[in-house]
Every structure is written in structure tokens, then in C-alpha cells.
T-cell receptor, first 113, second 115 residues
Framework: AQSVTQPDIHITVSEGASLELRCNYS??????LFWYVQSPGQGLQLLLK??????LVQGIKGFEAEFKRSQSSFNLRKPSVHWSDAAEYFC???????????FGTGTRLTIIP | GAGVSQSPSNKVTEKGKDVELRCDPI?????LYWYRQSLGQGLEFLIY????????KSGLPSDRFSAERTGGSVSTLTIQRTQQEDSAVYLC?????????????FGPGTRLTVL
């Protein structure tokens, strides 16, 4: 069975500092990996996705993520966070095709001035 | 274009009542998904539709939960005899059924509160 672990429930960073959110997955085949962001009261917005090819993927809002098969990880990074990045971030893994995604429990990001 | 819409945005009901939650997917999307997000939890998969059929209902928590999709478009999630543990945000997502692309587009959710 597939699973996703986001070990950090809550992270606080200063505005302008760099950010890394961790995601580890368990999946028996080549995973399709996603990062979504959820702002308060909003639905989920896709930040980026990995299907194949280059293991470093670029997303919206200046985010990037690196797929490391040997570590079963897909960590999300941003070089310099903005106050508007405060939100909840979810990592997800899915199979080939268009079936259900399995989500992690999320990491809440707080930005301090 | 228009995104996924859900109605109502908020629903407060009494324990034991039935509720219906509606999802309007993005036009042309053949796949539709329902997830549940409980306080402090991640997203829990409920059911997936391909067209009007549901190949995967494995996430429905009990027989009080059912869902249908008509015309390959609108979907309704019905919860019968609601319980307090059903309180959650119910999210709908839609996507194309295309090999190698299972990106899902999410609606804003329906917040259900069972008193």
C-alpha cells in the first residue's frame, strides 16, 4: 500500500529565510508525486508535480522539489519565503493513471516578520 | 475557465439527519474524486468516478455514505443518519483520465458540522 509521511507538523521560518519541507513516500512502483498548498478556507492548489525525467522540478510561486529515489523522498524547497507563503502544505503520491492520491497529514507553515 | 465548484460551502445539521453535498467538476474532466479532511488530519480518499461509474469506493467509511455521478458531470455525496464524527471538510476534485497525467484540481470544499 502506498503511504506518505510528512514528519514536520508545524514549521516556523522568518520572512526571507530559506525553506525545506520534508516528504517521504512508500510506493511499490514508480511514483507520481505532488505538492499541494492550502490557504485558510481555500481548496488545494497544485504547486508542482513529478512524473518522470529530471528529478528537480520547478513549480509555481518560486517553489521547487527534488525526487530522490534512493531516499524515497520528495522535499519541497524555496530559497526565500514571503509572508504570503503561510499555509498548509500537503505532499501526495499517486499511481499511474487517474486513481486516488494518498496524502500526507500536512505541514503548517508560519512566517514571522 | 471555471474551476471545480462545491455547494453548499457550509452545512450545519443535527445528528441523525441526511445531507447531500454537491460537486460540479471542470467541464470535460472525466475523473471525479471525493476526499474528506478532518481537523488535524490529512486528506482521506472516499471515492473515485470515471465517467458515471465508480471503480474505487474503498474509502467510503460506512454504508451511510454513498455517491453518484450523472451525465459524466455533477456528483452528489450523500451521508445518511449523520454522526458527529462525520464533521469534516469534504473536498471534491476533478481531472482528465489520461495516461501519465493524474493531476487533480480541487474545489473549495464543503464544511460539514454535525451537532
Amino acid at each position: 500500500a502506498q503511504s506518505v509521511t510528512q514528519p514536520d507538523i508545524h514549521i516556523t521560518v522568518s520572512e526571507g529565510a530559506s525553506l525545506e519541507l520534508r516528504c517521504n513516500y512508500s510506493y511499490g512502483a514508480t511514483p507520481y508525486l505532488f505538492w499541494y498548498v492550502q490557504s485558510p478556507g481555500q481548496g488545494l492548489q497544485l504547486l508542482l508535480k513529478y512524473f518522470s525525467g529530471d528529478t528537480l522540478v520547478q513549480g509555481i510561486k518560486g517553489f521547487e522539489a527534488e525526487f530522490k529515489r534512493s531516499q524515497s523522498s520528495f522535499n519541497l524547497r524555496k530559497p526565500s519565503v514571503h509572508w504570503s507563503d503561510a499555509a498548509e502544505y500537503f505532499c501526495a503520491v499517486g499511481p499511474f493513471g487517474n486513481e486516488k492520491l494518498t496524502f500526507g497529514t500536512g505541514t503548517r507553515l508560519t512566517i514571522i516578520p | 475557465g471555471a474551476g471545480v465548484s462545491q455547494s453548499p460551502s457550509n452545512k450545519v445539521t443535527e445528528k441523525g439527519k441526511d445531507v447531500e453535498l454537491r460537486c460540479d467538476p471542470i467541464s470535460g474532466h472525466t475523473a471525479l474524486y471525493w476526499y474528506r479532511q478532518s481537523l488535524g488530519q490529512g486528506l482521506e480518499f472516499l471515492i473515485y468516478f470515471q465517467g458515471n461509474s465508480a471503480p474505487d469506493k474503498s474509502g467510503l467509511p460506512s454504508d451511510r455514505f454513498s455517491a453518484e455521478r450523472t451525465g459524466g458531470s455533477v456528483s452528489t455525496l450523500t451521508i445518511q443518519r449523520t454522526q458527529q464524527e462525520d464533521s469534516a471538510v469534504y473536498l471534491c476534485a476533478s481531472g482528465y483520465f489520461m495516461a501519465g497525467n493524474n493531476e487533480q484540481f480541487f474545489g473549495p470544499g464543503t464544511r460539514l458540522t454535525v451537532l
